[in-house]
């Protein structure tokens, strides 16, 4: 018998059971709105006092968003401000589409600014959902070393 995948059913049926085609690294694409975009949202959170700000690159690795920038503050009214300020500051250079999630009162704030996904956390719900451990850099490369159980 041949190598070929014997799926009974459409062809897109037969795509899905062979799985994603193998496809080359690129390098990810810069789009300068984005980076002014970007710029904006962390200079805006600097300026109203939000702590631990981490930017990370989800480009090739999320098809939702490019960036996503996770900021914790102290307060409700704090972490409301900073996403009031974020969309105020974002529709005054053109982008007009931001969606704000949990504003009124919430541990965690979700920004959709399209490109660019914002999460402000009080300190105790960043630890507890843990997105930095989930959308993190390393966990990209393997471990060094395979744990052997037996040995």
């Given amino acids: 018998m041949g190598s070929a995948v014997t799926a009974p059913g459409t062809p897109r049926k037969k795509a899905a059971v062979a ?52 900021a914790t503050g102290v307060a409700d009214r704090q972490i409301a401000a900073m996403a009031s300020h974020i969309e105020r500051k974002l529709r005054e250079v053109g982008l007009k589409r931001v969606l704000i999630e949990g504003a009124n009162g919430s541990d965690w704030v979700l920004i959709d600014a399209g490109d660019i996904i914002v999460h402000l956390f009080k300190a105790e719900a960043r630890e507890i959902y843990g997105l930095e451990r989930m959308w993190g850099k390393e966990l990209d490369t393997p471990p060094e070393e395979p744990v052997d159980p037996l040995g």
């Fill in 19 to 70: 799985g994603p085609a193998a496809s080359e690294q690129r390098e990810p694409v810069t789009d300068p709105k984005v980076e002014t975009y970007l710029e904006i949202i962390t200079n805006s959170l600097s300026d109203d006092k939000g702590e631990d700000i981490v930017v990370l690159d989800l480009r090739g690795r999320a098809a939702f968003a490019d960036r996503m920038v996770i």
